[in-house]
């Protein structure tokens, strides 16, 4: 079965998170039809930033009731520093566990394209193959499952009881601060 990747990021004062939503394809339209149904009525996502507390309980518990896998990878530092070793962390993880698909928030042409180099980077140091993922920048409203991953980083930042309701479904926790990393050539 193949095995989808959502990434989304958060900031919270000096912590730089990444999270990933892990969806095996005959999930994903359920997971999206999820998704879609939590949305407030006429909004096009579901962004935790913007959302009331009541609307991001009934979101987290729905993401814990459904048993979406996650996993967060975190960090402290310069933020753009932080997300690419982030990122290539998170990449290198997910090829390991059989990922097929990447889906990544998009940002700028120039944030995209740093994305897709790290993304190659990191593939061919888990993998050997630079293709062996396929990957892609999407708008969230273009992918709801995205949203899974806004929830979770969201969340896990938060710390306390929002941390502790999205416990149950965060399956691995990454202190990125704690790896090694190389100067990584451009490709």
Not at 29 to 34: G, N, V, Y
Not at 107 to 124: E, K, P, Y
Request: glycine share 8%; net charge positive; proline share 2%.
């Amino acid at each position: 079965m193949s095995l989808h990747a959502f990434i989304d990021e958060s900031r919270r004062g000096g912590m730089y998170l990444l999270a990933a939503a892990l969806v095996r394809s005959d999930e994903l339209a359920r997971t999206r039809s999820m998704m879609r149904g939590l949305s407030v009525a006429g909004a096009r996502t579901v962004h935790f930033k913007h959302e009331r507390d009541s609307i991001k309980k009934d979101v987290a518990a729905a993401l814990v009731s459904a048993k979406v896998r996650t996993r967060v990878y975190v960090g402290r530092g310069q933020a753009d520093v932080v997300r690419e070793q982030g990122l290539h962390a998170a990449v290198r993880d997910l090829a390991t566990i059989g990922l097929q698909r990447l889906v990544l928030d998009t940002r700028t042409q120039d944030g995209n394209h740093s994305d897709r180099r790290i993304i190659r980077t990191a593939l061919i140091e888990a993998t050997g193959e630079a293709n062996k993922v396929a990957y892609v920048h999407l708008r969230a409203h273009e992918e709801p499952a995205l949203w899974v991953a806004d929830a979770i980083a969201w969340c896990y930042g938060a710390g306390g009881d929002w941390r502790r309701r999205v416990g149950p479904i965060v399956e691995a926790v990454t202190d990125i601060n704690c790896m090694s990393y190389q100067a990584r050539p451009k490709i």
